[in-house]
């Protein structure tokens, strides 16, 4: 394992030799990529993602086969190890041990210690388990850009915006910004598009956010959205486990943090569940003082307490399937809540 302070120097000499695994679905994910390549000035093919499902895993491992990067570093981002996929991360970590790469792995999500244990065996350097405080843009800031003292302001500002971003923080001055982000970064991750979301990296290690590229994809997921919104609102409901309120919704191609904001603010729910039918999985919000992740855990995901999801895997989810899944939720929540915490708003 190395030491911190060698973190600035491995980055420094392996500008050339780098690729950059991130999480595919929020703009932590890609403000992260997107510093170590201001930095790097590193190719769009080397900037990689990932995300928790087995079937984005499976994809990832492919990528990095093509890729192919041997005595480089690989450093991952933002992504953290679900138990139930402990093995096959861990073997694709292996994969890039046994070819002379060096891995860091940088992250703010939960981890269990079984998870923070078997990327340990292989990685040189890893931060993983819960941050309250540092998403893992700023984490990636904090060890292994500021320490080169190279464009701070460039990296200030990236870390300032994947913050409020990340903690679902209101911002005058960004919310605009924000929207558009996270938009694009939706309609490009819903439609699959790999090479736009590369190309939104190497975006936004250009500094430029408000870049005629993103406005694009952004009006795009607008377009998408008046047309799913309506299905959507139809779709809500308030179900009720042991006085906890929870509001569910389903549709498709709605960004998860807007759609759990809409079924909260409609349903003042203390737990919110959006289901993305379309990709067969739950986003979970809840309002603090309720862990959402145990109830995410019921359906083998996790998350943060306040934002978590789950997955059906590689199913389109119908009408009696999103039935037969929200029965189980509320049954699991009323073993797992029992009535609302002091400290939960009323
Ligand atoms: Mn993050």
Known sequence: MLNQSELPELVHKNADNLYSITHIADFDGIGSAAMLAHYSKISTERIM??????????????????????????IFSDLAMNDSKIDTVAELLKMLKSSGNQIVWIDHHPWSEAAIAAASE???????????????????????????????????????????????????????????LAGAIAYMNYSRDISSLREMVAIVATGNLENEFISKKYSYYLAELEKNMQSFRESMRLYYANGIKIGVAYGKRIQSTQACGIISETLNSDISVYIDAERGKLHFRSKPGIDCSKLAATLGGGGHPQASGAEIEGVVLDETEIKKAVDRLIESAKDIYRGLPDAAPK
Do not use: M, Q, W
Request: charged share 30%; with cysteine.
């Open 122 to 180: 292989y990685c040189d350097f890893i931060i993983a388990g819960e941050n309250k405080d540092f998403c893992a843009t700023e984490l990636v800031f904090k060890h292994l850009y500021e320490p080169l003292g190279e464009d701070l302001e460039y990296g200030k500002r990236i870390s300032e915006i994947a913050h409020l971003g990340d903690f679902n923080l209101k911002s005058e001055k960004y919310d605009k910004l924000l929207h558009s």
């Open 49 to 74: 993602f990932g995300n928790y499902s087995g079937e984005e895993l499976a994809r990832l491992r492919a990528e990095v086969e093509k890729a192919a990067p041997e005595n480089s570093l690989v």
